[in-house]
């Protein structure tokens, strides 16, 4: 048992609240996973400032910013959000991203790209938005999952989002039951994995199958496809943001749609406080279709 929310803004007068609602939405998740937990915000100026990319980076050595700076001959900077450490330059997203790995091989790059900054914790995860700086972020979208481990160890590396590809996040609740059979067929085809954990398939099989090529309703209809399991999956890119679950919905979710914004969440009290809600047009995704709006 997870917790999902997400919030994807339609009306821009509502960017400045984003972190605000994306915070009452998660703190009314933490019962369905107290162990850790995760964000991902999308074009929030202080974590993904114009012009520059950002990596997020979970056990990061002291003075990584620097390091980088050095190693790169550019300008970095970083924010220090424990455990979480956030870096920006003015490089591609991917090049940054391989830097990190370079300079700081113990660390582990949990997320990337132009707009999409990623940040994970252990703990409370109200006390973890907290840390994190949630209440006061802004930006056009937010996912966000409060964890309660089954498949793996409780650790900010095998919280959610699993953010594996450029501006890419997945968020889970359920469990995949033939993963490792899927991950060996990854791994052979390259792909090299972060944690033991399920979700991790998940992200790494849809990352693939965007990077060759397909959309997002085709990645996460192949997602189907292949994997068994009970799931609700919450996936978001730079410019789009969907929903799918398994051919039984075993997992909850539901779905507020307005003019404003389009909210999902695994149960309806983390929507009540959204504005607008009353007018909204609320639904639960049906088995196996994938939902997918774009910005």
């Known amino acids: 048992m997870c917790g999902i929310v997400g919030l994807h803004l339609r009306d821009a007068s509502l960017e400045p609240r984003l972190g605000h609602l994306l915070t009452g939405m998660l703190g009314r998740m933490v019962d369905r996973g107290p162990d850790s937990a995760g964000v991902a915000i999308y074009g929030d ?30 300008s970095v900077t970083g924010i220090d959000r424990s455990p979480t ?42 006390l973890l938005a907290e840390r994190f700086g949630l209440p006061r972020a802004s930006g056009r979208q937010g996912v966000g999952h409060t964890r309660m481990a089954t498949e793996s160890a409780v650790t900010a590396a095998g919280s959610h989002p699993f953010a594996v590809g450029p501006d890419q996040c997945l968020v889970h609740n359920g469990s995949f039951s033939n993963h490792l059979s899927v ?81 999902m969440a695994s149960e309806f009290r983390a929507l009540a406080h959204l504005p607008g809600i009353s007018d909204a047009h609320i639904f639960e995704p049906e088995p196996e279709r994938v939902y997918v709006w774009h910005r």
């Open 85 to 126: 450490t956030v870096v920006h330059a003015p490089i591609p997203a991917a090049a940054l991203a391989d830097a990190v790995r370079r300079v700081d091989p113990g660390a582990t790059v949990i997320g990337f790209g132009d707009e999409v900054t990623v940040l994970k914790g252990m703990g409370n995860p109200l």
């Open 183 to 263: 991950k060996r067929e990854l791994e052979d085809d390259g792909v090299v994995f972060d944690s033991e954990n399920d979700t991790e398939v998940g992200a790494r099989f849809v990352a693939k199958h965007l990077a060759d090529g397909a959309d997002l309703d085709k990645a996460l209809r192949l997602l189907g496809e292949r994997f068994d399991g009970f799931y609700t999956l919450l996936v978001s890119t730079a410019d789009a943001f969907a929903v799918v679950r398994d051919p039984i919905a075993c997992k909850p979710a539901v779905v507020a749609e307005t003019d404003s914004y389009v909210a």
């Open 45 to 74: 100026p202080a974590f993904s400032p114009a012009g520059h990319s950002s990596v997020s980076v979970l056990g990061a050595s002291a003075n990584l910013a620097g390091a980088l700076r050095n190693a790169l001959g550019v």
